[in-house]
């Protein structure tokens, strides 16, 4: 039953990713306290100096009364363990605290509302290359199939291997020199110019500022893909079914795309969606280079600020990110392969 | 024909791979890579570049800031003057009207560029004390007088006297004697360019037509026989550095550091990284999923539950959260990326692993009583190990992109010089948007390059390796 398959498969994955949280919060256990800490003494700093007429006797007992009221909150003077255990499940719900340094957009402390305003701004940006990625890969890889071995089929395998160990990163540097410094085209990074336009305008002018990004990440991303789609469909090919397919005359489109892609699908989409998790895993800190303020800018700031919470938050997200990506993977394979469902029973 | 047959794994793998071109292609540019390695010290321009002089700003402070590679003078209609160093100065000795007999090292410097340098700087080693008497003749016969500079105190200290800084109230006496009254009201010591001055034709304008006077130039030091017959002062390793506007074969940054010299020392950092990090982790997934296939049950389950956990990881992110926290040396980060990267091949390994462990040489080497380590490490690990070359390959890339990016956003270990961290300094001081391509270009496409060697190397061991994907 595909019903009880994909329950099992997110009940898992939930559970995957409280168990990771688990183990950070164990790992930057020390670090966040410090962090905790730090912040309780600001914050008492801030709020004595809001009190007026005491002595200083008095403001002595009020500020450790205060402190001790704090890290009591914090659960800062509980046992290592249950503080881990406390923090891990702050962590599933993304809650950490207030940042240190950065703030969102509306000026909010709340690491949850940073990384969730950050959050979609990565989604539109990694999704629409995805799907750009997508179309070009699969049309590239059939034609590379068609003829293997030959002329097209060829460069473009030089190609990517020419461009596997690009750094993205490096690829939007080159861009930004060439289509900002040198021809002048587009602005050189964040969402909107400033003032924002409306209207049909601002719709353009976002589109503008996602163009360098967005070819970025397709002029790095179609090449590995359209060489594994090339790969599958090849080894398919050599199957015996198609041989009689095509030894009845059936049209070689219809071949290719009726019984080569049909069954190429489950470990195609496999590779596809595992190849653009690894692009969200490995090349979100190209957003930085464009100062494209989602999770992967994210990364750069807080480090470079030093804001450990934010730093946390994000990680967290990324990892659910991760997790979900690994889900959706895994109910597509299931729903593509109709022997997965039954759990390897078959 | 004998010989193919006794080692004729390899041979018959040789035999594949030589009709590869785009795996030759690969082993070329690797071995050229190693061959750099080895021989480093013959291609770095900066010696000693390694022993923490990266990052040491006044050990580059003879060269010129962000100045582009000297072969962009063929594309320039106005050609710049190249950053050269001159170490061998003619010693002879003359009488002077002022000092008595004096000892003259004299440069010679041959100006054919249309723009003078920015600096001629004089640098020597010197104990005790010395006096420098130092003069510019250019080509018209005219005398530029740069100075006179006495040092004292010395003990096998350095010793610099820089024309820019330390020569501009003497080249303006000089412009004075020709530069007309208009000229030079509107100037002064302070506003001129010492070099300037002393490498343009003179005459009225001379300070603003600025037309350069090419030729044979002479900078002549001379130091008195009263310094030089004092056995305790010393003076050696006299050379003339001319700070030009181009610099070396791939420029400088900001930092007036040498681009070139960077790159060459990074590329044993890369390979290193790459390949040790990659190995290591392949190795262990490779192990890691026969282990668990063969013993198969609870260890099987209880392994697979492990990989599960560390398949779940996005690695650069928690590497960025791991490298900002707890700012690990190169060393850790290796560990930490082999940690997290090991489950790459684990699972193939594992299905091909069940696979091998039913086949009748285990069964054999069972009953003969060997242990299961031994079965493990001698008869299926060696079947399965040749398929880890690919990974092994396709792994290096990532590694040293994961290095590079860490780099990237300052996490790198500062002990050592990457590619990445010289992207770093650039990204910092805005090269992109300045147009110092000469700073981005080299580290990213160097990264790149061996980038694709692996995936060439990769691509064409898992062809032969994977049979199926022949097209042949």
Same mark, same amino acid.
Request: hydrophobic share 50%.
């Given at each position: 039953?595909?019903?009880?398959?994909?329950?099992?498969?997110? %009940?898992?994955?939930?559970?995957?990713?409280?168990?990771?949280?688990?183990?950070?919060?164990?790992?930057?256990?020390?670090?966040?306290?410090?962090?905790?800490?730090?912040?309780?003494?600001?914050?008492? *700093?801030?709020?004595?100096?809001?009190?007026?007429?005491?002595?200083?006797?008095?403001?002595? #007992?009020?500020?450790?009364?205060?402190?001790?009221? &704090?890290?009591?909150?914090?659960? %800062?003077?509980?046992?290592?363990?249950?503080?881990?255990?406390?923090?891990?499940?702050?962590?599933?719900?993304?809650?950490?605290?207030?940042?240190?340094?950065?703030?969102?957009?509306?000026?909010?402390?709340?690491?949850?509302?940073?990384?969730?305003?950050?959050?979609?701004?990565? $989604?539109?940006?990694?999704?629409?290359?995805?799907?750009?990625?997508?179309?070009?890969?699969?049309?590239?890889?059939? *034609?590379?199939?068609?003829?293997?071995?030959?002329?097209?089929?060829?460069?473009?395998?030089?190609?990517?291997?020419? @461009?596997?160990?690009?750094?993205?990163?490096?690829?939007? $540097? $080159?861009?930004?020199?060439?289509?900002?410094?040198?021809?002048?085209?587009?602005?050189?990074?964040?969402?909107?110019?400033?003032?924002?336009?409306?209207?049909?305008?601002?719709?353009?002018?976002?589109?503008?500022?996602?163009?360098?990004? =967005?070819?970025?990440? @397709?002029?790095?991303?179609?090449?590995?893909?359209?060489?594994?789609?090339?790969?599958?469909?090849?080894?398919?090919?050599?199957?015996?079914?198609?041989?009689?397919?095509?030894?009845?005359?059936?049209?070689?489109?219809?071949?290719?795309?009726?019984?080569?892609?049909?069954?190429?699908?489950?470990?195609?989409?496999?590779?596809?969606?595992?190849?653009? &998790?690894?692009?969200?895993?490995?090349?979100?800190?190209?957003?930085?280079?464009?100062?494209?303020?989602? %999770?992967?800018?994210?990364?750069?700031?807080?480090?470079?600020?030093?804001?450990?919470?934010?730093?946390?938050?994000?990680?967290?997200?990324?990892?659910?990110?991760?997790?979900?990506?690994?889900?959706?993977?895994?109910?597509?394979?299931?729903?593509?392969?109709?022997?997965?469902?039954?759990?390897?029973?078959? | 024909?004998?010989?193919?047959?006794?080692?004729?794994?390899?041979?018959?793998?040789?035999?594949?791979?030589?009709?590869?071109?785009?795996?030759?292609?690969?082993?070329?540019?690797?071995?050229?890579?190693?061959? @750099?390695?080895?021989?480093?010290? =013959?291609?770095?321009?900066?010696?000693?570049?390694?022993?923490?002089?990266?990052?040491?700003?006044?050990?580059?402070?003879?060269?010129?800031?962000?100045?582009?590679?000297?072969?962009?003078?063929?594309?320039?209609?106005?050609?710049?003057?190249?950053?050269?160093?001159?170490?061998?100065?003619?010693?002879?000795?003359?009488?002077?009207?002022?000092?008595?007999?004096?000892?003259?090292?004299?440069?010679?410097?041959?100006?054919?560029?249309?723009?003078?340098?920015?600096?001629?700087?004089?640098?020597?080693?010197?104990?005790?004390?010395?006096?420098?008497?130092?003069?510019?003749?250019?080509?018209?016969?005219?005398?530029?007088?740069?100075?006179?500079?006495?040092? #004292?105190? &010395?003990? #096998?200290?350095?010793?610099?006297?820089?024309?820019?800084?330390?020569?501009?109230?003497?080249?303006?006496?000089?412009?004075?004697?020709?530069?007309?009254?208009?000229?030079?009201?509107?100037?002064?010591?302070?506003?001129?360019?010492?070099?300037?001055?002393?490498?343009?034709?003179?005459?009225?304008?001379?300070?603003?037509?600025?037309?350069?006077?090419?030729?044979?130039?002479?900078?002549?030091?001379?130091?008195?026989?009263?310094?030089?017959?004092?056995?305790?002062?010393?003076?050696?390793?006299?050379? &003339?550095?001319?700070?030009?506007?181009?610099?070396?074969?791939?420029?400088?940054?900001?930092?007036?550091?040498?681009?070139?010299?960077?790159?060459?020392?990074?590329?044993?950092?890369?390979?290193?990284?790459?390949?040790?990090?990659?190995?290591?982790?392949?190795?262990?997934?490779?192990?890691?999923?026969?282990?668990?296939?063969?013993?198969?049950?609870?260890?099987?389950?209880?392994?697979?539950?492990?990989?599960?956990?560390?398949?779940?990881?996005?690695?650069?992110?928690?590497?960025?959260?791991?490298?900002?926290?707890? *700012?690990?040396?190169?060393?850790?980060?290796?560990?930490?990326?082999?940690?997290?990267?090991?489950?790459?091949?684990?699972?193939?390994?594992?299905?091909?692993?069940?696979?091998?462990?039913?086949?009748?040489?285990?069964?054999?080497?069972?009953?003969?009583?060997?242990?299961?380590?031994?079965?493990?490490?001698?008869?299926?690990?060696?079947?399965?190990?040749?398929?880890?070359?690919?990974?092994?390959?396709?792994?290096?890339?990532?590694?040293?992109?994961?290095?590079?990016?860490?780099?990237?956003?300052?996490?790198?270990?500062?002990?050592?010089?990457?590619?990445?961290?010289?992207?770093?300094?650039?990204?910092?001081?805005?090269?992109?948007?300045?147009?110092?391509?000469?700073?981005?270009?080299?580290?990213? %496409?160097?990264?790149?390059?061996?980038?694709?060697?692996?995936?060439?190397?990769?691509?064409?061991?898992? *062809?032969?390796?994977?049979?199926?994907?022949?097209?042949?």
């Amino acid at each position: 039953m595909y019903k009880w398959f994909a329950l099992k498969r997110i %009940l898992r994955g939930l559970f995957m990713f409280v168990l990771l949280m688990f183990i950070f919060s164990w790992l930057f256990n020390q670090v966040t306290e410090k962090t905790q800490r730090d912040q309780i003494d600001e914050r008492i *700093k801030q709020e004595s100096m809001r009190l007026k007429n005491v002595r200083p006797e008095q403001m002595l #007992e009020w500020r450790l009364n205060r402190e001790d009221q &704090l890290i009591k909150l914090y659960r %800062l003077d509980r046992p290592m363990m249950e503080r881990v255990l406390y923090r891990a499940l702050r962590g599933v719900t993304f809650d950490f605290g207030d940042s240190t340094v950065i703030k969102s957009g509306k000026g909010e402390r709340e690491v949850r509302a940073i990384i969730f305003e950050a959050l979609p701004r990565t $989604m539109v940006l990694f999704t629409t290359a995805a799907v750009i990625q997508m179309l070009i890969g699969i049309s590239l890889g059939l *034609k590379k199939a068609q003829k293997p071995g030959g002329k097209l089929d060829k460069a473009t395998s030089f190609t990517t291997m020419l @461009v596997f160990g690009m750094p993205s990163w490096w690829l939007a $540097m $080159m861009l930004i020199l060439l289509f900002v410094y040198v021809l002048k085209l587009f602005p050189s990074g964040g969402l909107n110019s400033v003032p924002t336009p409306e209207g049909f305008m601002f719709f353009l002018d976002r589109l503008k500022h996602m163009a360098l990004p =967005l070819l970025t990440l @397709v002029l790095l991303g179609f090449w590995g893909m359209s060489f594994t789609i090339r790969n599958i469909v090849l080894t398919i090919l050599q199957e015996d079914y198609i041989m009689s397919a095509r030894a009845r005359g059936i049209p070689e489109r219809k071949v290719l795309f009726g019984h080569t892609l049909r069954t190429a699908a489950p470990p195609l989409v496999t590779m596809v969606l595992l190849g653009l &998790l690894g692009s969200i895993g490995g090349a979100i800190i190209f957003e930085g280079i464009f100062s494209w303020p989602g %999770l992967g800018n994210l990364y750069w700031i807080a480090v470079q600020q030093n804001d450990i919470p934010v730093l946390m938050g994000d990680l967290a997200i990324t990892t659910a990110l991760w997790q979900g990506g690994l889900i959706v993977l895994d109910l597509t394979y299931g729903f593509l392969d109709p022997r997965i469902k039954v759990g390897g029973k078959a | 024909m004998s010989a193919k047959k006794s080692n004729s794994r390899f041979q018959e793998f040789w035999d594949d791979f030589r009709r590869e071109k785009s795996g030759l292609i690969g082993l070329g540019i690797l071995a050229v890579a190693i061959l @750099v390695v080895i021989f480093e010290p =013959l291609f770095l321009p900066y010696k000693d570049v390694n022993e923490g002089n990266w990052r040491n700003i006044s050990y580059w402070e003879d060269n010129s800031s962000a100045a582009p590679p000297a072969w962009t003078n063929i594309f320039t209609s106005k050609k710049s003057a190249v950053s050269t160093t001159f170490n061998s100065p003619e010693v002879s000795t003359e009488e002077d009207p002022n000092y008595g007999l004096v000892t003259t090292y004299s440069f010679k410097y041959n100006y054919k560029y249309d723009l003078p340098p920015l600096d001629l700087i004089i640098r020597a080693k010197a104990s005790g004390m010395s006096l420098f008497l130092m003069e510019l003749e250019r080509p018209d016969g005219n005398i530029v007088p740069v100075g006179e500079q006495f040092f #004292e105190g &010395l003990n #096998e200290d350095q010793i610099r006297f820089s024309m820019d800084t330390d020569a501009a109230s003497n080249a303006y006496e000089f412009a004075r004697q020709f530069a007309s009254e208009e000229a030079l009201a509107n100037s002064d010591s302070t506003t001129i360019r010492p070099t300037f001055v002393a490498f343009s034709e003179t005459g009225s304008d001379m300070l603003s037509a600025r037309v350069p006077l090419k030729g044979t130039y002479t900078l002549r030091i001379r130091v008195p026989s009263f310094i030089t017959d004092d056995s305790n002062n010393v003076l050696e390793d006299l050379r &003339l550095i001319v700070t030009g506007r181009v610099s070396g074969i791939l420029g400088t940054d900001t930092y007036k550091r040498d681009i070139f010299t960077g790159i060459v020392a990074g590329l044993k950092w890369a390979l290193f990284i790459g390949l040790a990090t990659s190995v290591v982790s392949v190795l262990f997934g490779v192990m890691y999923g026969i282990i668990s296939a063969y013993f198969g049950g609870f260890v099987d389950t209880s392994m697979q539950f492990v990989y599960q956990i560390f398949a779940g990881i996005p690695v650069m992110p928690l590497l960025i959260v791991l490298a900002a926290i707890f *700012k690990p040396s190169i060393w850790i980060i290796m560990g930490v990326m082999i940690v997290f990267s090991w489950t790459g091949s684990v699972m193939t390994v594992r299905s091909m692993a069940f696979q091998i462990k039913e086949e009748t040489f285990v069964e054999a080497a069972k009953a003969l009583g060997s242990g299961k380590w031994r079965i493990i490490f001698k008869h299926i690990a060696p079947i399965l190990l040749p398929y880890s070359f690919a990974s092994m390959a396709l792994a290096v890339p990532g590694t040293i992109v994961y290095e590079a990016s860490l780099s990237l956003l300052g996490l790198g270990d500062p002990t050592i010089i990457t590619w990445g961290q010289i992207l770093h300094d650039a990204q910092n001081s805005g090269a992109t948007l300045n147009g110092l391509w000469w700073w981005i270009v080299p580290p990213g %496409l160097f990264i790149a390059l061996m980038g694709a060697t692996f995936a060439f190397l990769g691509f064409a061991m898992d *062809k032969i390796l994977n049979p199926k994907l022949r097209t042949r």
